[in-house]
């Protein structure tokens, strides 16, 4: 198999849908077996067919990644069925709900808390216990957002939490650093996703006004998102640790 994570073993979480899904397709194409994890179980076996229909290796396994259980079962899974974790993308998250700050709900701050910073941080707390006790380390990619690197109107709780991860993944890198474990981040830009559509669905002005504030003028593809986070776990990018990458067609350079 060839490829630039051939013989690789890949977990990628929220594997089920839009980024995770286009992630794991192209680690399978790039010849890495796959762990799909999601708490949709209908998605996340859905992308194990698509992988398996192109002649790749793939399981699913059910992982609701605010608990710590699960994303334990994530690693131990790839282990049982592959020998390692030698990459991971932690990509599972939620947008919730959209309004300004004084009218944003308790409940929607704990929901962007839980999935998207705590689900990270148990993600990467066991795939490091494993990856240490490999001779070649591994390589963690978590999804940010460019929502991590800058405010954005409206999503305050996302934000707060996108940031967070960038923290998470900056600190985990200098951890690891002497031990071959690399941690790095995406940053995506506004991608045709299921959950891009929820956002525009609910105001399609909203989703013009995204679009033409993007320097290329159009959304990213979730596999331009899939494409930087293989590469960021491949060994291509054996020096690149503790960065936040915006893969966002130019939106951070404005
Ligand atoms: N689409 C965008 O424009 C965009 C931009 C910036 C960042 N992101 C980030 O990219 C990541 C993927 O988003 P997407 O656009 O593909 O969204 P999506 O809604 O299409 O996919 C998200 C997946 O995560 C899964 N998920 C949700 N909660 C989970 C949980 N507790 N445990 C396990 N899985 C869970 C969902 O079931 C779904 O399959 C998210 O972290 C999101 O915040 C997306």
Redesign the pocket.
């Known amino acids: 198999m060839s490829g630039i994570v051939a013989g690789k073993v890949a977990v990628v ?8 899904r286009a992630a794991c397709e192209i680690f399978a194409r790039e010849g890495a077996s796959v762990v799909v ?4 179980i209908e ?1 996340g076996e859905e992308t194990v067919r698509l992988i398996e229909q192109a002649g790749g290796k793939a399981v699913f396994v059910k ?4 608990q710590a259980a699960d994303c334990e079962a994530l690693v131990n899974t790839a282990v049982v069925n592959f020998g390692s974790v030698d990459c991971a993308f932690n ?5 919730g709900e959209s309004c300004k700050l004084a009218d944003a709900s308790e409940e929607n701050f704990m929901l962007n808390y ?3 910073i705590l ?1 990270v941080f148990l993600c990467m707390k066991y795939q490091i216990k494993q990856m240490l006790q490999q001779e070649n380390g591994g390589a963690i990619v978590n ?5 991590g690197l800058i405010g954005v109107k409206n999503l305050g709780q ?1 934000s707060a939490a ?1 940031h967070a991860v960038v923290g998470l993944t900056k600190s985990a890198a200098l951890d690891y650093a002497t031990k071959k474990i690399r941690v790095n981040a995406v ?5 045709r ?4 559509q929820r956002i525009f669905d609910e105001s399609p002005k909203v989703g013009e006004a995204m679009i033409a504030a993007q320097p290329v003028k159009r959304l990213g593809e ?1 596999s331009e ?1 899939g494409d930087a986070a293989v590469y960021l776990c491949s060994d291509s990018a054996s020096y690149i640790t503790g960065h936040a990458l915006p893969v966002d067609g130019g939106y951070m350079a404005t």
């Open positions: 979480t929220g594997g089920g849908s839009g980024i995770g994890g999601d708490i949709n998605g992982c609701d990644v605010s990509n599972a998250g939620v947008e839980k999935v998207n689900g999804t940010a957002s460019d929502a996302y996108k940053c995506p830009g506004p991608i996703t299921p959950m891009l979730a998102i």
